[in-house]
């Protein structure tokens, strides 16, 4: 899942800035 979440932080990075912050409180 660590792929599939650093592809789509880039991608709705720009629209959901929540994406971001999730993946930084997930470690995994």
Do not use: Q, T
Not at 2 to 27: F, H, K, N, Q, T
């Amino acid at each position: 899942n660590a792929r599939r979440i650093e592809r789509g932080r880039l991608r709705e990075d720009a629209a959901s800035p929540a994406v971001d912050e999730r993946a930084a409180a997930s470690p995994a």
